[in-house]
């Protein structure tokens, strides 16, 4: 004969393990899954200098390892396929700078007569906008008393019923 007490079967006893049971332990579990969650992120954002190079590192890797597979497959020596690869890069690096170097040297030294020029251009634009933001800054001050008039606050006040009517 057992001889165990009866629990109805929505509870359990307390450090059963049972979400019904210990409604502490599921506060602690989403207490540390945050904390967990803040402790990440932080991590994350300090190893910041560390990690990303360390991803492009991996990007660039898995991009160009198809090319060098391809080159291996073409009966090339990974060394020399790899080699290949990064002076590919290089070059193409190199050459897209090499073209816009001039032309950005150019815009950078004719930059501040062109902000010069676009701010004289602007400038009736900013003038009716500022007109516009003091009437509306007036307009609020009108619609907004900053104080009540005495004769209004002084006023007695009746109340109307429908049966007055």
């Given at each position: 004969?057992?001889?165990?007490?009866?629990?109805?079967?929505?509870?359990?006893?307390?450090?059963?393990?049972?979400?019904?049971?210990?409604?502490w332990?599921?506060?602690?579990?989403?207490?540390?899954?945050?904390?967990g969650?803040?402790?990440?992120?932080?991590?994350?954002h300090?190893?910041?200098?560390?990690?990303v190079?360390?991803?492009l590192?991996m990007?660039?890797?898995?991009l160009?390892?198809i090319?060098?597979?391809?080159?291996?497959?073409?009966?090339?020596?990974r060394?020399?396929?790899?080699?290949?690869?990064?002076?590919?890069?290089?070059?193409?690096?190199g050459?897209?700078?090499?073209?816009?170097?001039?032309?950005?040297?150019?815009?950078?030294?004719?930059?501040?007569?062109?902000?010069?020029?676009?701010e004289?251009?602007?400038?009736?634009?900013?003038?009716?906008?500022?007109?516009?933001?003091?009437?509306?800054?007036?307009?609020?001050?009108?619609?907004?008393?900053?104080?009540?008039?005495?004769?209004?606050?002084?006023?007695?006040?009746?109340?109307?019923?429908i049966?007055?009517?």
């Amino acid at each position: 004969m057992d001889t165990s007490p009866v629990q109805p079967p929505d509870t359990a006893p307390p450090g059963s393990g049972s979400p019904a049971a210990d409604p502490w332990r599921r506060w602690a579990h989403k207490a540390v899954v945050v904390a967990g969650g803040v402790v990440l992120i932080g991590g994350l954002h300090v190893a910041k200098p560390v990690l990303v190079p360390v991803m492009l590192a991996m990007i660039f890797a898995l991009l160009l390892s198809i090319v060098v597979d391809m080159l291996t497959r073409r009966w090339l020596p990974r060394w020399l396929a790899s080699a290949l690869v990064v002076l590919a890069l290089v070059l193409a690096v190199g050459g897209s700078l090499n073209a816009v170097w001039d032309p950005a040297r150019d815009w950078l030294d004719t930059a501040p007569a062109t902000l010069r020029t676009l701010e004289a251009k602007l400038r009736p634009l900013t003038r009716f906008i500022a007109k516009v933001e003091s009437v509306s800054t007036q307009a609020g001050h009108m619609a907004v008393p900053d104080t009540i008039p005495v004769e209004t606050a002084a006023l007695p006040v009746r109340e109307v019923s429908i049966l007055d009517r």
